[in-house]
């Protein structure tokens, strides 16, 4: 793909995000609109956790059972959750962060890596005196999941991944071929970089922290083994649209259980979704179908036998 095609599919991402962020979720989501995600909930508890050399922004949400909610590539709590927090707090507790350089959490001379970010969530949710919580991430968060899965699995009571891979290729070939041709001028007059500026980041340094956050997908990864192993179970969600190749997410499902007639076998612990009609950046919006399907799997008994006759 040349680099003009690439360019152009950059900035329809980037606008495509741009009205996603900035929209409630309308025509995107099935159904009437849920009234409850309009409104604007303010956290009962924020501040910042000094975690590996960080002073990590946080914010805490609603009372009942703990979930950490990890944000995607260059986004913030409000840019990535802010219809999402208001539905997972009615009955829990949803923990919510902005990641090393992003949002309120300043940057460190370090380099951003998915397994410091991990460890940086373990850090927070051990700050907050919180022994165990379901996970939650969103694409760049996904992965960060995966790890927090890998390095901390006592931290981990069960593990939601929305669009988010755990080797390099589980992209499509063109997304891995856009990430070397990111570039700030791409975010110019998005969110992004508007909150990038206005929660207090240096916006001098904008162009440094495009090319630090993208530098972890320019350089292989695989963590298949370890991810296999995991023991919480896990569910994976992508659209029919999204970025990630529907081998990867099946390959993880089948190696957890699945791929077997549940009324024959059981039902496996873990679950797989794909979501119809749905692209990378449109997950985030398709709450009224997403939301549910996280509920039943964060409540579930998964050790009950499949309905019979």
């Not at 956290?43 to 590996?52: F, K, L, M, R, T």
């Not at 840019?79 to 919510?96: E, F, S, T």
């Not at 981990?156 to 499509?172: E, I, K, N």
């Not at 985030?284 to 009950?304: E, H, K, S, V």
Request: aromatic residues 8%; neutral net charge; glycine residues 10%.
């Amino acid at each position: 793909m040349n680099t003009r095609i690439i360019t152009g599919l950059l900035i329809a991402m980037v606008v495509t995000l741009m009205v996603a962020c900035q929209k409630e979720n309308q025509a995107t989501s099935p159904g009437p609109k849920d009234t409850v995600a309009s409104q604007t909930l303010k956290p009962g508890e924020s501040g910042y956790a000094d975690v590996n050399g960080l002073k990590m922004y946080y914010e805490v949400y609603g009372n009942g059972k703990p979930i950490v909610l990890i944000h995607g590539s260059y986004m913030t709590i409000p840019l990535n959750w802010q219809h999402i927090i208001p539905l997972l707090a009615k009955d829990r507790k949803v923990i919510v962060t902005e990641l090393q350089g992003h949002g309120r959490t300043r940057d460190i001379a370090r380099e951003i890596s998915y397994e410091g970010m991990a460890d940086d969530v373990a850090g927070l949710l051990k700050h907050l005196a919180i022994d165990s919580a379901d996970v939650l991430g969103y694409s760049m968060g996904g992965g960060v999941a995966f790890q927090v899965a890998v390095r901390h699995p006592e931290q981990v009571r069960r593990l939601v991944v929305l669009s988010g891979t755990y080797t390099h290729d589980g992209w499509w070939p063109e997304v891995e071929a856009m990430y070397g041709t990111f570039t700030a001028d791409m975010f110019n007059g998005t969110p992004i970089q508007k909150q990038y500026d206005s929660l207090g980041n240096d916006p001098a340094h904008f162009q440094e922290f495009v090319k630090k956050v993208i530098s972890i997908d320019l350089k292989p990864y695989d963590w298949t083994k370890d991810v296999k192993k995991i023991q919480a179970p896990i569910f994976m969600a992508i659209g029919d649209a999204d970025g990630v190749r529907y081998e990867h997410a099946l390959e993880l499902f089948r190696a957890k259980g699945g791929g077997k007639m549940g009324d024959l076998n059981g039902l496996p612990k873990s679950r797989l979704a794909i979501i119809p009609g749905t692209t990378h950046i449109g997950m985030i919006q398709r709450t009224n179908w997403l939301i549910p399907m996280i509920t039943d799997f964060l409540d579930a008994d998964l050790n009950a036998p499949p309905p019979t006759f």
